[in-house]
């Protein structure tokens, strides 16, 4: 919408009219993100808590495969066992989700309207950025998830989040302490949030544009627009987590071990990256090491990135955020 005005040459000029702020638009993506985070989560936490084990090569579940752990956890450590951990993930991973999809739809548009760069490029780049923005906001409340998983019925080093909060920060040198593996975690991050956005937007758009009868519905909240049905939204965001899995898990692994840091016998041998990536490989090899648990995985982020766009595209709708 614009005005007319006169200059003082006597010309008529336009003039844009002042655009109206949504002020809840940010406040609603924040929501809408940090809710797809936490149902997706909270699907797979069992298999969480298990990756964990393995990758770290716990000394009661290392001789274990992924689902012979599933099994022994619970008679080891009870049913709630397989949710060590979850109440700080759950802490973690509603900013975490949050952040996460907000900076996606900002980085993507700002890319877009002020650098020029568009088409899937844009989507690529927009996820790295927005994994990298939630991984340094949240990275604290992952190291305190990961020590809790980590532990054994009888064997506990930490009695609740704010015992580790204290424990990390008095022992293992202040803040730092809290920041142990976040290196190997912005690389991983950069190609794993970026190929999951990539390759979930690009499965959108193609689906969309060529077969938009079949895969396509009405928006709940603007019937003019299409978007993707629930089931191929799922399938969409499964093959995104497959492909961006695949490409980041070393460096996942290698962000374990130095998460765990002193919680590992072989902790002084991961105080980097590449002497962590260094160590798992001469000492386990590449299947059994730098690949380990890796089926599990797969098992637990395809639905775990389904359930996260899938939710994420619905909460849109429903906060009219289209």
Known sequence: ????????????????????????????????????????????????????????????????????????????????????????????????????????????????????????IHRLMAGSMAGITAVIFTYPLDVIRARLAFQVTGEHRYTGIRNAFQTIYLKEGGISGFYRGLTPTIIGMAPYAGFSFFTFGTLKTLGLSHFPELLGKPSLDNPDVLVLKTHVNLMCGGVA?????????????????????????????????????????????????????????????????????TTYEFMKQVLHLN
């Open 241 to 309: 987590g497959a492909i961006a899995q695949t490409i980041a898990y070393p460096l996942d692994v290698a962000r374990r071990r130095m998460q765990l840091g002193a919680s590992l016998p072989d902790f002084d041998k991961c105080c980097s990256l590449t002497k962590t990536l260094k160590h798992v490989y001469t000492e386990y090899g590449v299947k059994k090491g730098l690949y380990r648990g890796l089926s599990l995985n797969y098992i637990r982020c395809i639905p775990s990135q389904a359930v996260a766009f």
């Open 1 to 120: 919408m614009t005005t007319e005005a006169v200059s003082s040459s006597g010309t008529r000029v336009q003039i844009p009219a002042p655009v109206q702020k949504d002020y809840y638009y940010w406040l609603r993506s924040f929501t809408a993100g940090g809710v797809a985070g936490c149902c997706a989560k909270s699907t797979i936490a069992p298999l969480d808590r298990v990756k964990i084990l393995l990758q770290a090569q716990n000394p009661h579940y290392k001789h274990l495969g992924v689902f012979a752990t599933l099994k022994a956890v619970p008679k080891k450590e009870g049913f709630l066992g397989l949710y060590k951990g979850n109440g700080a993930m759950m802490i973690r991973i509603f900013p975490y989700g949050a952040i996460q999809f907000m900076a996606f739809d900002n980085y993507r548009k700002f890319l877009n309207t002020q650098l020029g760069i568009s088409g899937h």
